[in-house]
C-alpha cells in the first residue's frame, strides 16, 4: 500500500462498500468497483499516465504541462451534491496550509461528466474552490482513457424525480510526483490536515 493511503481511518468499510457495489449494473466493458479498487489498493497495476483534455479556458492541456510540479488529481462532475465539494474543498484548505510552499502542486479537477460538463461550466465551477484549480473536460472516449489510466470507477445513473442524471463514482485523490509518475492515493473525506501531512515532504518543506 502506497504511503498516502496508509494509515487511513474508514479505508476497510470504504472497501466493502465499493466491493458490495460492484454487483451494481456497470457499462459493457467496463470494470467493476470491487476490481478497480482492487487494483488501486494493492497497487497491482500502473495508475495514471499520459492525458491530452480541454481546460475551463478552452485550451488544451496535456499531463506534460505540469512537470517540475506535484499534481494532486481528482475526478468527479459539477452536478455531484456532497462528496465533490467537500473533497475539492480539503485540496483547496491543505494548498492554503502549505503556503507559498503549495505553488509547486497544481490541482486537477476531471469531469466524469463530458456532456454537462463543458469547459463554460467548469469555469463557472473550480473558482469555488481554488483560482489555481484547474477542471478538464473532453470528449467522452477522451474522459473514458484518463479514467481507465487512473483506474476510476464511474457510471451515470437515473435519478428519479430530479433533472438531468448523475455519475456514480470512486472518489480518491491521487498524488502524482513532478514527473507525472504515481506516488499514492487519499480516500474520499481525507482531512486537509492529513493531506497538507503527506504532501508537505514531497516539496521539501518541514
Excluded at 65 to 91: E, H, N
Excluded at 153 to 162: F, H, L, Q, S
Amino acid at each position: 500500500m502506497s504511503a498516502a493511503a496508509a494509515a487511513r481511518p474508514g479505508l476497510l468499510a470504504l472497501v466493502l462498500a465499493l466491493a458490495a457495489s460492484s454487483t451494481l449494473a456497470h457499462a459493457p466493458g467496463r470494470r467493476s468497483a470491487a476490481e478497480l479498487m482492487d487494483a488501486i489498493m494493492w497497487n497491482r497495476e500502473t495508475i495514471g499516465g499520459p492525458f491530452a483534455l480541454t481546460d475551463q479556458q478552452g485550451r488544451r492541456r496535456t499531463d506534460a504541462d505540469f512537470r517540475g510540479r506535484l499534481m494532486l488529481v481528482y475526478f468527479g462532475f459539477t452536478a455531484c451534491a456532497d462528496v465533490c465539494p467537500g473533497d475539492l474543498q480539503q485540496i483547496a484548505t491543505a494548498l492554503q496550509q502549505l503556503g507559498p510552499a503549495g505553488e509547486d502542486v497544481q490541482p486537477i479537477f476531471i469531469t466524469l461528466d463530458p456532456a454537462h460538463d463543458t469547459p463554460a461550466r467548469l469555469a463557472q465551477y473550480v473558482p469555488h474552490f481554488h483560482p489555481r484549480l484547474l477542471g478538464l473536460t473532453g470528449t467522452a472516449r477522451q474522459i473514458d482513457q484518463v479514467a481507465s489510466a487512473y483506474r476510476v470507477y464511474y457510471r451515470t445513473v437515473a435519478r428519479p424525480r430530479r433533472a438531468g442524471d448523475a455519475v456514480d463514482h470512486s472518489a480518491f485523490i491521487y498524488l502524482m510526483d513532478r514527473e507525472g509518475k504515481y506516488l499514492g492515493f487519499f480516500p474520499p473525506g481525507t482531512p486537509a490536515a492529513r493531506l497538507r501531512q503527506v504532501i508537505q515532504p514531497y516539496l521539501g518543506t518541514p
